[in-house]
């Protein structure tokens, strides 16, 4: 049985089972209500992991006062739903810019796989949408948790900065080189990246927790030498991917398909089956490039 396990003072990271790899909830107890950051992918992992997991700590669901979204992304959301079916009195608080997509979570899935259609996985047959309680606001506070808008990973991706123990709850806001089923980094707003890691760096963060373990450094950084080199090795996984893009895009190579095979080899990455999400991260360079220049 996966259980919690401590990452900081009153901050646990429990692996959420999720097609090949997993998806981290972080439990962050203090002197309010427990706080969840995250919630795996299915109404099924709510109840076969999360549940149990939180029995080892003596709490059940309604004890949780609030549920956090990192971003809208089915592998990091689609508990929700069950979470506030199972303890009605469970609040949801989303950053701002997640609103519509927290409302349809299923939408925006089927909108990101749209793009390039027969390179996409299926989506989740089933993805709940909740009304959140409370909109974030970059810099807001929740419990000891300050809210930080990191776009990069997408748009509205943010992080929880415990501010007690200097741990910062990334979701997939730090991509280095991507978790081993995506190929490579995973960056929807690759433009927006850049200030965001420099923004991070720029904070006293003692550890760092991840949604999933990324190639190379894996899901955690644990003291501050480590969380400044594992901010670090992002930026330098940035540049070289876009360098790569630009570089693909000067020698005449600009088929999504071709540089995103081409960039997952390049960085010793494994190509998955379907290949939408580093062509996402290649287009998303592409277009930041082509603003650029206009
Ligand atoms: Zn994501």
Redesign the pocket.
């Known amino acids: 049985m996966e259980r919690f396990s401590a990452v900081a003072d009153d901050v646990f990271l429990l692996k959420v089972p999720f097609t090949g790899v997993w998806t981290g909830v972080v439990l962050v107890l203090g002197d309010d209500a427990p706080i969840l950051v995250d919630s795996g992918g299915s109404a099924k992992t709510v109840d076969s992991t999360i549940v149990p997991a939180l029995a080892e700590f003596d709490l059940t669901l309604a004890d949780i006062g609030w549920v956090l979204a990192?971003?809208i992304?089915g592998?990091?959301v689609g508990g929700i739903g069950r979470m506030r079916a199972l303890a009605p009195s469970i609040k949801v608080a989303v950053l701002r810019d997640s609103l519509e997509r927290m409302r349809d979570p299923l939408a925006y899935s089927r909108e990101i796989r749209a793009k390039f259609p027969e390179h996409s996985a299926a989506p989740p047959s089933v993805l709940d949408g909740v009304d959140p309680d409370l909109l974030l606001e970059d810099g807001d506070m929740l419990g000891p948790l300050r809210t930080i808008h990191s776009p990069g990973?997408?748009t509205d991706?943010c992080c929880f900065f415990d501010v007690r123990s200097g741990t910062l709850i990334t979701?997939?806001s730090l991509q280095l080189n991507g978790t081993i089923s995506q190929g490579c980094a995973?960056l929807f707003d690759p433009s927006r990246y850049l200030p965001s890691l420099q923004r991070l760096i720029s904070l006293p963060v003692q550890n760092i927790v991840c949604?999933h373990p990324y190639l190379p450094l894996g899901e955690t950084a644990i003291g501050p030498e480590a969380a400044q080199q594992f901010l670090a090795t992002c930026i330098g996984c940035y540049e070289h991917d876009r360098g790569f893009v630009a570089g693909m895009a000067t020698a005449g190579i600009t088929d999504p398909l071709t540089v995103a095979e081409a960039l997952v080899e390049d960085i010793g990455g494994i190509a998955p089956a379907k290949m939408f999400l580093p062509m996402h991260t290649v287009a998303a360079y592409q277009e930041a490039a082509e603003r650029e220049c206009s």
Request: avoid cysteine.
């Open positions: 990192t971003h992304h592998d990091h990973h997408d991706a979701g997939d995973l949604g």
